[in-house]
Each structure stands twice: as C-alpha cells, then as structure tokens.
C-alpha cells in the first residue's frame, strides 16, 4: 500500500511568489492535513480538509489556502511569500475524521525562500 | 487554550539501555487522544503509539510504552532496550473532539550512541 506522497520534495521561491504543495493521500483515506514544521520547532497545524471540505484552520494568514480535489488529492497555495515561510511542510493523511483514525504523514516538501 | 510540552529538548543514551521522555499537557477536555510520533532524519513523521483518554491501561507497542497519568496530564513514552534506530526526533502531541486538531510539542531529539 502506498504511502502518502508529497511532491515536489524541495522548492525555491523568492519573496513575493506563489507556492504550490501537493499531497496524495493513502487510498482510502478522506482527510487531509497540512502542517508547516519550522526549523528547531514543533509542528503547527495549519489545515484540514475532509470530503472536499475545509473542516479546520490554524492561526495562518489568507495567504495560506489550499483545497481538497474529488480524488481526496489536496493542493496548499501560499501566496506572497515571506522569509518566514521557510519550512518543512508536511501532509497527513487519515481514514475519516474523528479522534480514532490516526494520522499517517508524508516525506514533506522543503519550502525554501531566498 | 490547550497546550504539550515536552521539557527535555534533548537525550542520549547508550543502546540497549532504557530512556524516558517527558510530556505533559493541558486541556479542560475530557474525551481526547494522546500520541508520540517520531521523526528519523530521513524526516518522515512516524506514529509510535497512541492513548485514549478514557483508557486506564498505559498503551504498550513493542519496545515502547507509556506511562500515562491523566490526573497529572503526564504522558511520558519509555523506550527500552534502545537501538540505533531509535536516533530520531521524538514528538508528543494531543487532539481533542473540541477541534480535531494535532497539538504538537517542541520535541525531544534522542541520541542512541553504539
């Protein structure tokens, strides 16, 4: 069984571009995650989408947006990029919603802003 | 607000050895699970084992256990007979039926020396 799978694995943009992550879930699975992991720090949840809907927001400027596709797939757009966007972002993939489905993560893509 | 913190931002021990990792948190919630993930160098983040509030029995995976005090709000993983492997980041975290939402420690960096 495939795991999830983020493409691409490293990105670099210069401030004030646009970003573009993807996700693929484990087939089967509904919910989507996204999560920005800074460097030296924990993870910060950032959205989640279930069935093609956006369930959940963390504490994320607009410029942080995303959308869930019919196949479950999943795209976060962050748009004008600033320094601080530097980070391992990391997707998360689970059977559902609900607090008995655990969360099974990708490889992460590396944003990198110059 | 609901909180983890993990207290030792790092550890090292011998292999083979047993090594213990603190985690405490705070909710008002009463239905909730608790986790450690592990994070390799490779970066992947890895489920370890996870806890249900409402379960007294401390979960056991293997090699790793935990201790889980709810009146405390402690929840410390135990990792015994310790592997090279084991070299990872180590993170607790929470989620509630309030959000559904991961809330994630600092993490502990565990260093197990041949």
């Known amino acids: 069984e495939a795991g999830v799978t983020q493409s691409p694995t490293h990105l670099i943009k210069t401030r004030g571009q646009q970003a573009t992550l993807r996700c693929s879930p484990i087939?089967?699975?509904?919910?989507v995650y996204w999560y920005q992991q800074a460097l030296g720090l924990g993870l910060q949840f950032l959205l989640w989408?279930?069935?093609?809907?956006?369930?959940n927001r963390g504490n994320f400027p607009p410029r942080f947006s995303g959308r869930q596709f019919p196949n479950y797939s999943s795209e976060l757009n962050v748009n004008a990029l600033e320094l601080e966007d530097s980070a391992l972002y990391l997707c998360?993939?689970?059977?559902?919603?609900?607090?008995?489905?655990?969360?099974?993560f990708g490889d992460g893509t590396r944003l990198s802003i110059l | 607000a609901q909180t983890v913190t993990q207290s030792q931002p790092e550890m090292s021990v011998q292999e083979a050895e047993t090594v213990t990792l603190s985690c405490t948190y705070d909710?008002?919630?009463?239905?909730?699970?608790l986790f450690w993930y592990k994070q390799p160098p490779s970066r992947q983040m890895i489920l370890v084992i996870r806890?249900?509030?409402?379960k007294q029995q401390n979960a056991t995976e293997n090699r790793f256990s935990v201790n889980f005090q709810k009146a405390a709000k402690s929840f410390s993983l135990k990792i015994s007979d310790s592997q090279l492997g084991d070299t990872a980041m180590y993170f607790c975290?929470?989620?509630?039926?309030?959000?559904?939402?991961?809330?994630w420690g600092a993490g502990t960096k565990l260093i197990i020396k041949p």
């Open positions: 975290a929470f989620i509630s039926d309030s959000n559904y939402q991961l809330i």
């Open positions: 909710t008002s919630e009463s239905n909730y699970y």
């Open positions: 806890q249900e509030a409402y």
């Open positions: 087939s089967g699975h509904t919910s």
């Open positions: 989408y279930d069935e093609g809907e956006e369930r």
């Open positions: 998360a993939s689970s059977l559902g919603q609900g607090l008995t489905q655990p969360q099974h």
